[in-house]
């Protein structure tokens, strides 16, 4: 029998690198960004490379109690946000996400 799929808010985001600069994005994503959005109450289940296209990929969940847009609002305006250092941020030529909706559980899901 299949998983339930998770509650909750789950988005998938796909990145375009600067060509060259696909590893430098991922440490600094990894040093800045995952512990950051890992305090402010998210989960990322799932994040890696894709070196073939210079692109990044990851799921990010929330499951409340503040809307989604509010709690990004929050993080994006908060001073750790804006103090990260290198900012992987520079280095996305072309960012893409969407909301989805899983079809089975996520790992780490705590609904």
Not at 1 to 27: E, H, M, N
């Amino acid at each position: 029998k299949p998983s339930p799929p998770q509650a909750g808010v789950v988005q998938l985001r796909l990145y375009t690198i600067d060509k060259g600069r696909l590893d430098d994005f991922a440490a600094a994503w990894h040093a800045g960004v995952y512990p950051l959005r890992s305090r402010e109450g998210y989960r990322i289940p799932f994040a890696a490379k894709i070196p073939s296209t210079n692109q990044f990929i990851w799921l990010l969940t929330y499951d409340g109690p503040e809307p989604w847009e509010k709690k990004e609002a929050a993080y994006y305006g908060s001073a750790a946000r804006a103090g990260l250092s290198p900012d992987p941020a520079l280095w996305i030529a072309r960012p893409e996400q969407w909301m989805v909706t899983p079809v089975v559980a996520l790992p780490g899901a705590t609904r």
